[in-house]
């Protein structure tokens, strides 16, 4: 049985704004687990938080862009 890691979300935020449902969706669970593990991430200093009315929104922090590799 497959389980949330903060490394499995983490892959799935990128520098642009996304809401925690399509964080979610991309993650395959929902978004209850996935937003425990955004605030995590958060007070990790890895990811930030914005929102939009009703909705929250999480990036990157500035300075924490993945390296794309090479292959």
Known sequence: MAQITPELVL????????????????TG???????????????AGKIEKGDYGSFFLW??????ERKEEET
């Open 59 to 64: 990036r990157l922090k500035p300075g924490q």
């Open 11 to 26: 892959s799935h935020v990128t520098t642009e704004w996304a809401s925690t449902s399509d964080i979610a969706r991309k």
């Open 29 to 43: 669970f929902c978004s209850h687990g996935v937003i425990k593990v955004l605030k995590s991430l958060q007070k």
